[in-house]
C-alpha cells in the first residue's frame, strides 16, 4: 500500500511514517475517514504485568487515529487470554488464572492515558474487556450462532495454524477457536460500538481478515483491517527484546532511565525510522536528523530517547534520565537516578567482578563478564578490568558505599551493599 495515494489524514499520517503493511479495502476505508469519523481498535491480551515496547506501535497507531480526528478502542483480551494466541508460537501459551488475568489487566491499562485521551466525546477513546461478551456464550450457543461461518479449510491455511502444524507442533483445539474469538470481538464491536476497522501487527492479518468477513457477511456492514509490518531493528532483532530482557512500558518493570537508554542506544540506521513510528516530531525535523553525521548522531539520537520517554514517562523523567547519563558516560560521574542494585555485602566485598556483574544484570553469565573483561569492556569505577576474578576490595566502595559498575559502552549500575 505504499504507492496508493490516500486522501484522509488518517490514512496519509500512516504511509507517511510507515505504520502500513497491508489493508482490506483501502479505497473504502480512505472514504469513511475522509467523510466521518471512523472508531477502531486494537486488542491487547493480558499475558503480562506491563506490555513492551513490542506492543507500542500498536498503541501509536490509536494515537495517530485520535490525533487525525477518530475514535480509538482499546480492547483488553480478558476472555481471549484465557484462550492464548497461537500466533508465532511454537507451543501453548501457559494458562493463567482469572486472578492472574485480572491483575495483568489492572497492570496493562495504566500505560494508555500517556498515549490516549479518554472521556465521553465523540473522538475520546475507551477501553472494554472481550470477557463481557465471550464469556456469555453457552459452547453449543457460540458454535451454532459463528461456527457456520467457518471453515477448516481456511483457517488451516492461516499462517498461526499453518506453520505451526509444518513445523510437525500439536495445536490443541483450544488455540485452533482463538481466532473464532477475534472475530467475534470485531462482530461485537461493531454492533455494540460502531466500530469499522480493526488495526494489528502483521502476523495478525488471518485474524483481523476473518473478523472482516464476519461482519461483512453477517450484518451485511462495512469493515476494514489494517496491519502494520513486522518490527525488527536494523540487526536484524526482534522490537523490544533485547539481552538484559524485555522494554516493559510500566514503571514497576523498567525504569524511566533504562527506557531512555534503550533508544539512546539504537542503530544508527533505525533513528529516522523510530523517530516517525514512535514520537510525534514533525517529519521534517525527522529529516534534519537523519542526515547528521558523526557525532551529529549521538544527538538524534538522544533526541529519539527524550522524545519517546517523555511520551511515556513525563518531560521530566526524561530530562532527569538524560542528565543522569550523561553524567555517567560522558563525565564519569555517578548520580542517584542511575540504576541500583542492592547486593548481600559478602556477595560484593571479596567477590569476583565476573560474579558481581552478572548478579548486578550487566551480563548473563560469570563466562560472558570474563569474555567482556578480557576485551576491555567491564569497568569498576571507571576503570577497565581485564581479569574478571578480580576481587573487589572495600576500598572500591565510595563514600556513600557504593561501586559503580559498567558493560561495554552503553550498561552502568550502581552496587550497594547492605
Request: no cysteine; aromatic share 8%.
Amino acid at each position: 500500500m505504499t504507492d496508493y495515494a490516500f486522501k484522509s489524514d488518517f490514512l496519509k499520517t500512516l504511509q507517511a511514517r510507515g505504520y502500513i503493511h497491508q489493508v482490506t479495502h483501502p479505497m473504502e476505508l480512505d472514504e469513511a475517514a475522509s467523510n466521518g469519523i471512523v472508531t477502531a481498535y486494537i486488542g491487547f491480551d493480558a499475558t503480562a504485568p506491563s506490555l513492551h515496547v513490542g506492543s507500542l506501535i500498536q498503541i501509536m497507531m490509536l494515537r495517530r487515529l485520535q490525533q487525525a480526528g477518530h475514535k480509538p478502542v482499546v480492547l483488553m483480551g480478558g476472555g481471549t487470554t484465557r484462550v492464548g494466541d497461537p500466533t508465532g508460537k511454537d507451543a501453548s501459551r501457559p494458562q493463567l488464572t482469572d486472578e492472574t488475568i485480572q491483575a495483568n489487566i489492572d497492570g496493562i491499562q495504566k500505560v494508555f492515558a500517556q498515549f490516549l485521551k479518554f472521556g465521553d466525546g465523540p473522538t475520546d477513546a475507551i477501553m472494554l474487556n472481550n470477557d463481557e461478551w465471550l464469556s456469555r456464550f453457552g459452547y453449543i450457543q457460540f458454535l451454532r450462532e459463528f461456527g457456520t461461518h467457518f471453515t477448516v479449510n481456511r483457517m488451516l491455511s492461516f499462517d498461526s495454524v499453518k506453520l505451526r502444524l509444518e513445523r510437525e507442533q500439536p495445536m490443541t483445539f483450544l488455540e485452533f477457536n482463538y481466532m473464532l474469538m477475534q472475530s467475534v470481538d470485531f462482530l461485537e464491536l461493531n454492533r455494540a460500538h460502531n466500530v469499522t476497522l480493526q488495526m494489528g501487527g502483521s502476523d495478525q492479518w488471518g485474524n483481523i481478515t476473518s473478523g472482516v468477513d464476519l461482519v461483512r457477511r453477517v450484518d451485511q456492514k462495512a469493515a476494514f483491517g489494517l496491519t502494520t509490518p513486522l518490527l525488527t531493528t536494523a540487526s536484524g532483532g526482534k522490537m523490544g527484546k533485547t539481552a538484559s530482557g524485555a522494554i516493559w512500558l510500566n514503571e514497576e518493570q523498567l525504569s524511566p532511565y533504562d527506557y531512555w537508554q534503550f533508544w539512546r542506544n539504537a542503530d544508527d540506521a533505525d533513528v529516522g525510522r523510530f523517530m516517525r513510528l514512535f514520537t510525534d516530531l514533525p517529519l521534517d525535523q525527522i529529516t534534519l536528523y537523519e542526515a547528521m553525521e558523526g557525532a551529529g548522531i549521538n544527538e538524534a539520537k538522544k533526541a529519539l530517547a527524550d522524545a519517546a520517554t517523555s511520551m511515556l514517562h513525563g518531560t521530566e523523567a526524561a530530562q532527569t534520565a538524560r542528565a543522569a547519563a550523561e553524567s555517567a558516560f560522558e563525565k564519569g560521574q555517578l548520580s542517584a537516578d542511575l540504576p541500583t542494585v542492592e547486593m548481600a555485602r559478602d556477595e560484593v566485598v571479596g567477590a569476583m567482578i565476573a560474579a558481581v556483574a552478572t548478579k548486578a544484570g550487566l551480563t548473563s553469565s560469570n563466562g560472558e563478564a570474563r569474555r567482556l573483561a578480557q576485551g576491555g569492556g567491564l569497568r569498576l569505577n571507571d576503570v577497565a578490568i581485564s581479569d574478571g576474578a578480580h576481587l573487589i576490595a572495600e576500598t572500591d566502595l565510595n563514600a556513600d558505599g557504593v561501586l559503580k559498575l559498567g558493560a561495554g559502552k552503553k550498561k552502568i549500575v550502581l552496587v550497594k551493599p547492605v
